[in-house]
């Protein structure tokens, strides 16, 4: 039987690595320019391209990653959605955030000259993407998207752990932007153990989208602020999710927060960054034993070998202390190099607060910690160790008197508040805001959702200059028909 070589991507040389960064720089000037209409047409463009290789790219990744080729087909369908969203995104215009201040020689305190602002491409961007999602978060991901919507060219770092995927779904990303009349040079891909630091720091890379750990991340965004002229880096780094039941909820319907709360902690293996990490529940309450009774000894298979060592290292580390005791404490040493079983502990609100720095990590995988508490103003105490989350997450009652301050409170540590949910799945939408405070992320953007466009542009204010010089998106007569403000009034 004959065998198909699958082509893998090697180590960028330094020839390449300056062809591609000198193409990007130049690719900047002609994208930035095009009108919106062109700019989605090279959108869609690529999503259709992606869409007619999905059955070439889904085995390569499930080779990868071991996920499942379901997800993995559901993924690229996510990843083809996004960029049409971007395209919608840049036909309506409003992202642009036109502004017109006709002159006044009358206005006070001093006259006014005719100001017209609005939003540009920050130029070359670079976005690391992420292993668990090698589609919607990978080299076409959401980074991209929204950096090739901002008129920014797109350097990308291939993941280490993609070695079949990359060299395929780079082509067919070259393939989709090319048909869409998209600029030599509006893509690229660069790949190396040291071509990650080199990228962040090249003048010629304007800003930085990423999504992995926090040390990784952390570190590249320190290179980033240390360059000669700093540019902005966008890291999606950690996350805990944490999940809190009220008295009244746990009251009402403890068999179905146990089962919901399982049920997305071991969605994708845990192996997502929305997955509830810490779930908060009354000391009286059932869950804790209803988890108990229903977690399974089945084992999961995770995307490398690196996260299963974390996993481990991470569970054990915090199991192990003497203020957790276990709920499903599974033998591991038995399965293979990539799989494991579901580990999750139970400790008490005054030991979490206590030993903060020790219990709240994320660990990546099927893992989880339970936390009891005995009052609502024990459980409002202990938020104030809390890192910064993606999301946080009220189970409560219609006529729940704790659960409209806790929402409050939990607004101020999470980008995504959710009630009676769970915060596994982030809907791609106009709405959305996936991110939060450090160290969910170091900025206040999002990486999901139309406003993610936002991390690629920067404002540029026009002063008395003659329509004939000035963008389309501030001409008088507004021939891209955007929605603008003028004097103070939107139009």
């Not at 130049?26 to 999503?47: F, N, V, Y």
């Not at 450090?438 to 690629?456: D, E, K, L, M, Q």
Request: glycine share 8%; aromatic share 6%; hydrophobic share 40%.
């Amino acid at each position: 039987m004959e065998t198909t070589a699958i082509e893998t991507l090697p180590d960028t040389t330094t020839e390449d690595y300056e062809r591609i960064l000198s193409a990007a720089e130049t690719a900047a000037t002609s994208l930035a320019r095009t009108d919106p209409s062109r700019r989605a047409q090279i959108l869609r463009s690529m999503a259709d391209t992606l869409d007619a290789n999905g059955a070439e790219l889904v085995p390569l990744a499930a080779a990868d990653s071991s996920l499942p080729e379901a997800r993995l087909r559901g993924e690229v369908s996510r990843t083809t959605m996004q960029l049409r969203m971007f395209a919608d995104v840049v036909e309506e215009g409003s992202w642009l955030e036109a502004i017109i201040d006709t002159a006044d020689p009358d206005a006070h305190p001093a006259p006014r000259p005719d100001l017209r602002r609005m939003l540009v491409p920050t130029g070359p961007a670079a976005v690391f993407g992420a292993s668990n999602f090698p589609f919607a978060f990978g080299l076409g991901g959401g980074d991209t998207a929204s950096a090739l919507a901002a008129g920014c060219p797109v350097v990308a770092k291939a993941h280490p752990a993609q070695p079949r995927l990359t060299a395929a779904y780079a082509r067919a990303i070259d393939e989709g932007l090319r048909a869409g009349g998209a600029p030599d040079g509006t893509f690229g891909v660069v790949q190396g153990a040291d071509v990650g630091r080199l990228l962040v720091q090249d003048p010629r890379i304007t800003a930085v989208g990423f999504t992995g750990s926090t040390s990784g991340g952390r570190a590249l965004a320190d290179l980033a602020a240390g360059r000669p002229y700093p540019i902005p880096f966008y890291g999606e780094l950690g996350s805990i999710n944490p999940v809190f039941v009220t008295p009244a909820a746990a009251a009402e319907r403890s068999g179905k927060i146990a089962g919901q709360f399982l049920e997305s902690l071991l969605l994708g293996a845990g192996q997502f960054c929305t997955k509830p990490g810490i779930l908060f529940v009354p000391d009286q309450s059932s869950i804790e034993w209803l988890v108990r009774t229903a977690v399974a000894d089945d084992s999961f298979r995770l995307l490398h070998r690196g996260i299963r060592q974390s996993f481990l290292d991470v569970s054990r580390e915090i199991l192990e202390h003497p203020d957790v005791r276990p709920v499903s404490s599974p033998e591991q040493s038995d399965l293979d190099d990539l799989s494991v079983r579901p580990v999750i502990g139970v400790t008490d609100a005054r030991a979490l607060h206590r030993n903060s720095q020790a219990l709240i990590k994320e660990c990546f995988g099927p893992f989880g910690l339970i936390v009891t508490y005995t009052s609502v103003a024990e459980l409002h105490a202990t938020m104030a160790v809390l890192p910064g989350t993606l999301t946080a997450t009220v189970h409560g009652t219609d006529d729940d008197h704790d659960a409209a301050a806790l929402l409050d409170a939990l607004a101020r540590y999470a980008g995504r508040v959710i009630w009676n949910g769970w915060p596994t799945g982030v809907a791609v939408s106009w709405a959305q805001h996936h991110g939060g405070p450090y160290p969910a992320t170091n900025s206040v953007h999002t990486s999901v959702g139309a406003t993610a466009i936002r991390r690629f542009l920067r404002p540029v204010a026009y002063q008395s200059v003659h329509e004939a010089h000035l963008p389309p998106a501030l001409v008088d007569a507004n021939p891209w028909g955007i929605p603008r403000r003028v004097n103070g009034h939107l139009s």
